[in-house]
């Protein structure tokens, strides 16, 4: 019989931390499972590693010779899935042992609903708690439903926590691979046809590390923010969405793309940079006072800016770490 879930685990070079995701997916409750993973050219013992778990679980091996990037990975792992649903668990997160159990119970009772995802906690490179509930260090409350507005304002979801019915990637296709990453965008498109829900408990870990490609802003400050792709491809595809949100709303949304990624240049001294990005920001948002005050402290004395930035931390999140904040906002994921 085929599985009921897929689950697909994009990976390269992740021979530090794929065990212990793997051991949080037989630690699962729900074992009606397969693991896809898709090696994107690893030149570590990544390969030997996944294949001492074989005989543990039903496991697919899928290798690229070269990298290919994460998109064209997540693909390939949802064209090799078999299952009714499919999940996505990166090779350096985990998951408790609740989580299918939770997420497949969630989709069978709920038949409306295409996609379900959780609250989660971060964790460092140790596996030291960073936030226990991302939703209450933050204080946000998630939306169920016909989230596409609120999605399209604010990209709270994260990847590993999804569950998501193997019909919407046959009814809209999978990930564009023209975005380097492409999980915010369809979660857009699945939001847009279909009811996306959330379950109020942490089921899921994401690790936050140097290495991760979240982790750096990349490129130069006057590109454009790699989620802000994902929304001009969105309004393309669903060209009513500018009359039914209006340019107010729509430019605001781009401004705060502007402003994560200056923030995300200020939190590591690059204020230079930082100043180029929140220019961008206030151009579309003139008078927005965070955007103001952040821009401000750019022009300060390292020692000021310092001060400011202990400031804006507990403005942003009350004693949030600025590497829980760097690692979701670059990629516009502010869940």
């Not at 021979?15 to 949080?24: D, F, H, L, Q, T």
């Not at 792992?77 to 499919?86: C, K, L, P, S, Y």
């Not at 008078?287 to 022009?299: D, H, K, N, V």
């Not at 590497?323 to 869940?335: D, N, P, Y």
Request: with cysteine.
């Amino acid at each position: 019989m085929a599985p009921k879930v897929s689950i697909v685990m994009p990976v390269q070079n992740g021979e530090k931390y794929i065990g212990v995701a793997i051991e949080s997916i037989l630690a699962q409750k729900y074992d009606n499972h397969e693991l896809v993973i898709v090696d994107d050219g690893s030149i570590d013992r990544t390969a030997e590693l996944v294949e001492s778990f074989r005989h543990k679980l039903s496991l697919k091996y899928v290798r690229h010779e070269v990298t290919r990037g994460i998109a064209p990975s997540m693909n390939d792992g949802v064209r090799n899935a078999a299952g009714q649903f499919i999940s996505f668990l990166d090779h350096d997160d985990a998951w408790f042992p609740e989580f299918l159990e939770t997420q497949v119970g969630y989709l069978q009772e709920h038949t409306d609903v295409g996609m379900v995802h959780s609250d989660f906690q971060t964790i460092d490179t140790e596996g030291h708690v960073i936030e226990p509930s991302v939703a209450a260090c933050r204080g946000r409350r998630r939306p169920s439903g016909c989230v596409f507005p609120e999605l399209f304002m604010d990209s709270f979801i994260v990847g590993n926590s999804v569950l998501i019915r193997r019909e919407c990637f046959e009814r809209l296709g999978l990930f564009d691979e023209s975005l380097r990453w492409g999980d915010y965008h369809m979660w857009l498109r699945i939001a847009r046809n279909y009811q996306v829900d959330y379950v109020p408990k942490v089921l899921t870990q994401y690790r936050q590390h140097p290495t991760q490609s979240t982790r750096s802003p990349g490129g130069r400050p006057d590109e454009d923010p790699v989620a802000l792709l994902a929304i001009r491809k969105i309004l393309e595809l669903y060209p009513e969405i500018r009359q039914e949100l209006g340019p107010r709303m729509i430019q605001r949304r781009i401004a705060s793309f502007y402003f994560d990624l200056g923030y995300n240049w200020y939190t590591k001294g690059e204020f230079s940079n930082a100043r180029v990005c929140l220019r961008r920001a206030l151009r579309l948002w003139p008078w927005r006072p965070g955007f103001l005050a952040l821009y401000t402290s750019t022009m300060l004395g390292p020692a000021k800016a310092t001060a400011m930035r202990k400031a804006w931390r507990r403005i942003r999140g009350i004693g949030k770490p600025d590497k829980a904040q760097e690692a979701t906002e670059v990629r516009g994921i502010t869940a």
